[in-house]
């Protein structure tokens, strides 16, 4: 039987209330979480970071990480990611940063090229991680 699920939300800090930036759903001490560069045009209502896929990427990387943080995990601690990029010519720049923050730990990882993301995003990741 399966334990209950938890929601791990991590607030925009912008005082905006019941607004929250990043998700993640907890169960079983598996965390499975998702992030765009949309979702945090979105929610915190401003433009895309500026400076392409390379930006892009590390904003959704730091977006995960502070999922992971609140729900008293790491990026050591993840086994599988998956990247889903606009334009696959974008590969070498976002597997640059990709690796600043999840090379130690190697999880399983994918990446395909998608014909569209949310709101022209260029990048997506989900990650899945045990707590």
């Known amino acids: 039987m399966l334990g209950a ?9 912008t005082g905006v209330s019941g607004l929250w930036l ?17 979702e945090h045009q979105r929610l915190a ?6 400076g392409g896929i390379a930006a892009q990427t590390r904003q959704v ?10 729900a008293g995990s790491s990026f050591e ?7 889903f990029l606009k334009n696959m010519g974008d590969f070498g720049a976002m597997n640059e940063v990709y ?6 730990s190697k999880p399983a990882r994918s990446t395909v090229a998608v014909a569209d993301l949310p709101r022209g995003a260029l990048v997506e990741i989900d990650l899945i991680a045990t707590t």
């Open 5 to 13: 699920r938890a929601v791990v939300e991590v607030g925009t800090g």
């Open 22 to 38: 990043l998700r993640g759903m907890r169960q079983d001490g598996v965390l499975t979480t998702i992030d765009t560069e949309a």
């Open 45 to 50: 209502k401003q433009t895309f970071t500026e």
């Open 61 to 70: 990387l730091n977006n995960l990480q502070a999922v992971l943080a609140a």
């Open 77 to 83: 601690r993840a086994v599988k990611a998956t990247g």
């Open 99 to 104: 690796s600043e923050f999840l090379g130690a």
